[in-house]
């Protein structure tokens, strides 16, 4: 003011028309403004750089800051501005309005007429010091005000006050070069503002209204998301662009929950309505969020100033919000799916009370163990221990259910700290509990002795006494375990047979037992067995024959072929006869497999015999289809329908069997020997070893155990009995077949002790039926190069 007042008087006075119409024109130009919103920004134009072109064509340059000066503050008080205000932009304008005239005194502008580019050139540039001055106060001001950055508020709206700025100095320009003629062409200068006035605001509106609707299309495919946290902070960023708030508060229900987003882009989620202490007091604009015509939550938006919003906005603002409740509502139910089906995935493979895996996943993960391992090498062993505690039923009974609960629960805890990576524990139900060890190490004790070491480590975890309801208890388990190569059964089988395992430890008082096949037969499930059994003998792969020759010793020639039945269960993996044979004889089926059984081996006997192979085939009999009178037409019958000579047909006896004297056994093996088929009698010693019997008894050959014939080497008495069997054989002129033979000492032991055939792993294995004939051609073609004999068929049964 002093710098304007000063200035002022150092000059001459000027005509006071013209300083009046200056002074007016300021009040004018700075009273009638164009105000807009864009968001909650207000931008207020002014037309101060016009009206300054134009007082300088009326004022000489001493003047023009107190002229600004007295016309801003008058306008202030005509737009009630507050005393401090009025103040500072007055003191603000006349400052600005100092530094332009300084500039053009310095331009040497003295008169504006004719307008030539120089003095056009310095009037701009007086304008430019005069805004760049203007602009830095005001947007201090605000900034001050507001707390917002300075030049955050500087930058603001540049571009729309440099178009304005073009303009306004334009207007002046030409206002300068007519009123110069006559001042009352002034007259035409306010219509001229109003039209600019309006070309603006329109210019203002379309540029603003295609940056909203491109503004809401992004902002509603934005917020097309599945995670709700992810909509959340989409539609945060969205509405802050799309309405220019202070502050977008998110409300959500289910689950509730309010974000808030600043302008900052912070995303502050609170659990209630933390709002961010500089939009508390402020004006809010809410719409409520609905999806599915169900409430999903509220938008709010946070104005520090009022606002009123447009048609256009209003519009927008609800398009967006049906928009998000749709996507929050999409996102709570894709979120209600999800969890669902992890609930369920983990509720079909978890026991609730313990949160260990259930039976299901334990299956599940023994055969994926028992499929990934199994392989040609030497296969990994898979371990399944089954723990049942002992007396839980005690518990039960004594402390309620409640305490046998807790006790489940303590024991599931102290088993699962002790189980090892890789091992997974189970709840089978009730006092149950399993663990799969997938691969035992290869090196160090063997796979059995492995698996008990770990049986009895768990098992002594849960020895350690516990508090359930006041009394201190010490939890006992017994422990089945079984191991088995992996890729040779499957884990339903495991499982049984851990079972059998377990039971077995229940019963000897062990605390750890291993799977023994031998009592597995005398145990549990005969009746599924049976039933399996039914099915197979249907079919024509599950029980297949192996066979294993008997040669002769002297020649080499073969003297015959045992028939041993395999089981390839489809479930079970391979069984041998002692897995199954129990089950037959205890079962209805032991008639249609020996049926069976016959039937094939005499289909092979008759292909032998086609090829001109006359070697006899040797059938084992069970000692109950010797009390079915019915086995001898059988037998006739299917001798007939193959086509072979009965004495092709060898029916090995167990000589327990024939120790029997019930009359239905005598008549049987009576029919047998009607109908031509050759007599063994089996595991010859096992019994009371009378050969008295033998006398009894009309049969063709004898077969000397295997166990004797193991011992003989080392044992005087085996090699006494082996010899004392063979001289009598001799003596009643049957043929004795020396069983089980496994080394060449003991090959030559028997050919010293004059004993007919062998049979046995120093021989062949038992082998496949269709590998047989080879076999047995290979031995014929050896036997005749030798000049012998070629075979040697039975001498003839005693008494013939
Ligand atoms: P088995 O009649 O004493 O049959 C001989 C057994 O000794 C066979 O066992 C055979 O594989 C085995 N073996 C053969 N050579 C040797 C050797 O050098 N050393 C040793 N340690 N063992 C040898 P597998 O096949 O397990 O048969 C076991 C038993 O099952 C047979 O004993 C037989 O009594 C019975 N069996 C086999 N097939 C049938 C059948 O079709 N019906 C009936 N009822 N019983 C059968
Ligand atoms: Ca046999
Ligand atoms: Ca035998």
């Not at 008990?452 to 939890?475: N, Q």
């Not at 792969?541 to 390839?568: F, Y």
């Not at 294995?765 to 005749?784: C, D, F, G, I, Y």
Request: hydrophobic share 50%; aromatic share 4%.
């Amino acid at each position: 003011m002093v710098v304007a007042g000063s200035a002022a008087l150092a000059a001459p006075f000027p005509n006071p028309l013209r300083l009046f119409t200056a002074v007016g024109l300021v009040v004018v130009a700075k009273t009638v403004t164009l105000r807009l919103r864009i968001g909650s920004e207000r931008f207020m134009f002014a037309w101060g750089e016009a009206a300054l072109v134009v007082i300088f064509g009326l004022v000489q340059p001493a003047w023009i800051p107190a002229t600004v000066m007295v016309g801003v503050l008058v306008s202030q008080l005509l737009t009630r501005a507050s005393s401090v205000k009025a103040v500072y932009n007055s003191a603000g304008h006349g400052l600005a309005a100092a530094v332009a005239a300084t500039v053009a005194v310095v331009g040497g502008l003295g008169r504006l007429t004719p307008l030539t580019p120089r003095i056009a050139a310095t009037v701009c540039l007086a304008v430019v010091g005069y805004v760049a001055l203007t602009t830095v106060l005001a947007s201090g001001a605000v900034a001050a005000a507001s707390g917002s950055r300075f030049s955050a508020v500087v930058t603001r709206g540049v571009g729309v006050t440099t178009l304005m700025l073009v303009g306004n100095v334009a207007v002046g320009l030409l206002v300068v070069s007519l009123g110069i003629t006559d001042i009352r062409w002034l007259v035409a200068v306010p219509p001229l503002l109003w039209l600019l006035n309006e070309t603006y605001k329109a210019r203002l509106r379309a540029v603003e209204e295609r940056r909203a609707w491109q503004e809401l299309a992004a902002a509603t495919h934005r917020v097309n998301l599945l995670d709700r946290r992810e909509v959340l902070a989409a539609a945060l960023r969205s509405a802050s662009r799309l309405f220019s708030p202070d502050a977008v508060e998110i409300t959500c229900l289910r689950p509730a929950c309010t974000v808030i987003g600043t302008p900052g882009g912070e995303l502050v989620e609170s659990g209630g309505t933390a709002v961010p202490e500089s939009c508390r007091n402020g004006h809010l604009v809410t719409r409520a969020l609905s999806g599915a015509g169900e409430p999903v939550g509220e938008l709010r938006l946070r104005f520090q100033h009022p606002v009123r919003l447009r048609q256009r906005e209003h519009l927008a603002l609800s398009t967006f919000a049906d928009v998000l409740g749709a996507a929050l509502q999409n996102a709570a139910a894709h979120a209600e799916l999800r969890d669902m089906v992890e609930r369920k995935a983990y509720e079909a493979a978890h026991d609730p009370l313990t949160g260990l895996a259930n039976r299901i996943r334990l299956l599940e993960y023994g055969e994926s163990a028992l499929r990934s391992l199994a392989g040609p090498e030497p296969a990994s062993h898979v371990a399944l221990l089954l723990m049942d505690l002992n007396r839980f039923k005690d518990v039960n009974d004594a402390l309620g259910h409640a305490a046998g609960d807790q006790v489940l629960q303590r024991t599931a805890q102290r088993l699962a700290e002790a189980v090892e990576p890789g091992e997974l524990l189970a709840r089978l139900g009730g006092d149950e509990f399993a663990v799969v060890i997938p691969a035992l190490p290869a090196e160090g004790a063997s796979p059995v002795e492995q698996a008990a070491a770990r049986g009895r480590a768990l098992a002594s975890t849960l020895a350690s006494p516990t508090e359930v309801a006041g009394v201190a208890l010490s939890m006992e388990a017994s422990v089945g375990v079984v191991t088995v190569p992996a890729g040779t059964c499957d884990m339903t089988e495991l499982l049984r047979r851990a079972d059998v395992a377990m039971y077995q430890a229940k019963r000897s008082g062990q605390v750890v037992a291993g799977y023994d096949a031998s009592r597995d037969a005398a145990s549990t499930d005969r009746l599924a067995l049976a039933a399996e059994l039914r099915e197979a003998l249907q079919v024509d792969d599950q029980l297949v024959l192996e066979l294993q020759p008997a040669v002769d010793l002297a020649t080499g020639a073969p003297v015959g072929a045992e028939v041993l039945v395999r089981w390839h269960h489809p479930r079970r993996g391979l069984l041998l006869p002692a897995d199954f044979i129990g089950v037959v004889e205890q079962s209805e089926l032991v008639a249609p497999f020996t049926r069976y059984v016959v039937d094939r081996a005499l289909r092979l006997a008759a292909s032998w015999s086609e090829e001109g192979l006359d070697v006899p085939v040797a059938v084992n009999l069970s000692a109950r289809s010797l009390l079915d009178r019915r086995l001898p037409v059988d037998i006739a019958e299917l001798l007939g329908r193959h086509k072979v000579a009965p004495e092709r047909l060898v029916l090995e006896i167990t000589e327990t069997v024939m120790m029997t004297e019930l009359d239905v056994i005598d008549d049987v093996l009576a029919a047998l020997r009607e109908i031509g088929t050759q007599i063994a009698v089996d595991d010859f010693g096992t019994g009371y070893s009378s050969l008295t019997f033998l006398a009894r008894f009309p049969v063709h050959e004898v077969k000397v155990d295997r166990a004797f014939v193991a011992k003989m080497v080392d044992s005087p008495e085996a090699r006494a009995i082996v010899r004392s069997t063979v001289e009598l054989a001799r003596s009643l002129n049957l043929r004795t077949v020396a069983e089980g033979v496994e080394t060449a000492e003991q090959r030559l032991a028997l050919v010293e002790m004059g004993c007919d055939a062998a049979q046995g792993y120093h021989f062949f294995a038992p082998m496949p039926a269709e590998k047989t004939s080879r076999v047995l051609w290979t031995l014929v073609n050896a036997a005749q190069a030798r000049g012998a004999q070629v075979i040697r068929l039975a001498r003839g049964a005693h008494g013939d």
